[in-house]
Nanobody, 122 residues
Framework: QVQLVESGGGVVQAGGSLRLSCAAS????????MGWFRQAPGKEREFVAA????????YYVDSVKGRFTISRDNAKNTVYLQMNSLKPEDTAVYYC???????????????WGQGTQVTVSS
């Protein structure tokens, strides 16, 4: 089992940047595909980005391509989400998640963090 703890959320003006971090417990972090999701008020949770176990494969939802960057440091058991050119519509609670399935997309995640709030003011 793995425990995930997100950090780095906050309030930022439109056009600004934030970097989210997700620290994982346990010694097998490198065996998990990692993902970031977000949930805005009144909306369903949506996929944002995923990264393979080695970091060699990455996928983004279209709305964040060119603005967000997912990365991981397996030595530090941490996955990151660098968010640039933030927009008010990026306001949401951001969650990191981990899964044992190798496939990046269309397979469920097994573990979830508690979330961190990101608020982008206009």
């Amino acid at each position: 089992q793995v425990q995930l703890v997100e950090s780095g959320g906050g309030v930022v003006q439109a056009g600004g940047s934030l970097r989210l971090s997700c620290a994982a417990s346990g010694r097998t972090f490198s065996s998990y595909v990692m993902g970031w999701f977000r949930q805005a008020p009144g909306k369903e949770r949506e996929f944002v980005a995923a990264i393979s176990r080695s970091g060699g494969s990455i996928y983004y939802v279209d709305s964040v391509k060119g603005r967000f960057t997912i990365s991981r440091d397996n030595a530090k058991n941490t996955v990151y989400l660098q968010m640039n050119s933030l927009k008010p519509e990026d306001t949401a609670v951001y969650y990191c998640a981990a899964k044992t399935a190798v496939v990046l997309l269309r397979t469920p995640y097994d573990y979830w963090g508690q979330g961190t709030q990101v608020t982008v003011s206009s």
